[in-house]
């Protein structure tokens, strides 16, 4: 049963608009991350963030922006999709950590939304 | 840097047959290391993790995955698979160089067949 919400699961869209990806979690995590997945590739991590107003980019460079306004809510914006930009987009969240549950805290993650841009 | 190398792409294997999936992960510090499961048309969900202590750990569903630091491994196996097992498997990693952000390998698919 899912804690993290993504919407819309499937969007398709034209070349040249502006999407908003939604990404919300209602278990307090303060952690955030956004992972670009395509067929038979690593997942890619696009942005992540720390907590309220805290955001920094990922391994994979993305013409994406993000923000976090507040703990919960977590969106990606694209201000003028691509065709390049057509993948899989998953948001995932990490709990608040102390000592070493930093690195061993597993990532919850929301179903996904599949962007395809025409 | 932290890396994840599955070595199989795609494991086809018949219901109710054992299967093995290969991950190899490069780093020479103390390491998490962890196992995802991704269903059709969902996100990734936490299959097992190796944090410390014994080197087998077990999982939802059946799955055991062992982890050998002589040969940085961590086999992801199941001695009898079902259908229902079909799905794309991630292997990740944390630690290794001071980063809490997983990196994930590229995923083996386990086809179970009837």
């Known amino acids: 049963e899912a804690d993290i919400y993504q919407t819309p699961r499937y969007l398709v869209i034209g070349t040249g608009k502006k999407i908003t990806l939604e990404c919300s979690q209602t278990?307090?995590?303060?952690?955030m991350y956004w992972y670009q997945q395509d067929p038979g590739m690593e997942l890619h991590l696009i942005h992540y963030?720390?907590?309220?107003?805290?955001?920094e980019k990922g391994d994979l460079s993305s013409e994406s922006t993000v923000s976090r306004i507040r703990t919960e809510h977590f969106p990606l914006t694209l201000e003028s999709a691509r065709p390049s930009h057509t993948s899989q987009y998953l948001c995932?969240?990490?709990?608040?950590?102390?000592?070493?549950?930093?690195?061993?805290?597993?990532?919850?993650f929301g179903n996904g939304t599949r962007l395809t841009v025409t | 840097a932290q890396s994840v190398t599955q070595l199989d792409s795609q494991v086809p294997v018949f219901e109710e047959a054992p299967v093995e999936l290969r991950c190899n992960y490069s780093?020479?510090?103390?390491?998490?290391l962890f196992w995802y499961v991704q269903y059709p048309n969902q996100g990734l969900q936490l299959l097992l993790k190796?944090?410390?202590?014994?080197?087998l750990v077990k999982g939802i569903n059946g799955f055991e995955a062992e982890f050998n630091k002589s040969q940085t491994s961590f086999h992801l196996r199941k001695p009898s698979v079902h259908i229902s097992d079909t799905a794309e498997y991630f292997c990740a990693v944390t630690g290794s160089g001071g980063s809490y952000i997983p990196t994930f390998g590229r995923g083996t698919s386990l086809i179970v067949h009837p």
């Open positions: 995932a969240s990490s709990p608040p950590y102390s000592g070493t549950s930093a690195y061993n805290s597993p990532l919850h």
């Open positions: 780093s020479s510090v103390s390491v998490y």
């Open positions: 963030s720390y907590g309220v107003n805290s955001t």
């Open positions: 190796y944090l410390s202590g014994s080197t």
């Open positions: 278990m307090g995590h303060d952690k």
